[in-house]
């Protein structure tokens, strides 16, 4: 494995490191009812988190690899610090991608995931050479539709009954971007 390491203004996304830091770190994430109310799962306990882990580091192992499931962290943290969010980047046939990002609560309205979007968009484009990256939002998660309509994303449509989860279906928004409508950032 080649380990990914980018590098924001503000912030760095690295591999995932099977250690109690970063399980904790996942688990403020995953485990916490208000943001995993906008992703396409239940909140996850401690163990799930770490068997969570164990699964990102078996994907960055394939050859290809096609999946990077990756650690949010401070520049002012430390690279080895506990990350406060996790940003994932898929890659597809036909020179496709998806991005996604979920950050700890106390996190939100700084900022963060316009500069993840960012970062993922340049691992995609301008090292993986993807063609278009999607994303799918909770419809009522308007602060990531406004991240990405900041990094210029289009809205494509609403997938109507996109997801099964908690007794009932749910739409998600789809918007893309490609690679000659990105703007990689200056400097």
């Known amino acids: 494995m080649v ?6 203004p503000r912030l760095l996304i690295r591999e995932f490191h ?8 996942l688990h ?6 208000e943001t995993a109310r906008y992703l396409p799962f239940e909140p996850r306990d401690r163990e799930t988190c770490a068997d969570q882990i164990e699964l990102y580091l078996e994907e960055a192992e394939k050859v290809p690899r096609t999946t990077y499931r990756l650690a949010v962290v401070r520049h002012e943290d430390g690279e080895d610090s506990a990350p406060i969010g996790n940003a994932v ?14 950050l700890r609560r106390d996190t939100w309205g700084h900022g963060y995931a316009g500069e993840v979007t960012q970062l993922l968009c340049g691992l995609g484009f301008a090292t993986l050479g993807l063609h278009r990256l999607a994303a799918r939002v909770d419809p009522a998660n308007t602060a990531s539709s406004r991240v990405l309509t900041r990094a210029g994303f289009q809205l494509e ?14 739409d998600a928004l789809q918007y893309s971007l490609l690679e000659d409508e990105w703007t990689p950032p200056a400097g």
Not at 3 to 8: A, I, Q, R, Y
Not at 28 to 33: L, P, Q, T
Not at 89 to 102: K, S, T
């Open 18 to 25: 099977h250690t109690p830091g970063d399980v904790d770190a």
């Open 3 to 8: 380990p990914v390491l980018l590098t924001g």
């Open 157 to 170: 449509g609403r997938i109507r009954h996109d997801l099964h989860l908690r007794g009932a279906w749910h």
């Open 28 to 33: 403020a994430v995953f485990g916490d009812a």
């Open 89 to 102: 980047l898929g890659v597809e046939p036909q020179r496709a991608g998806f991005l996604g990002y979920a």
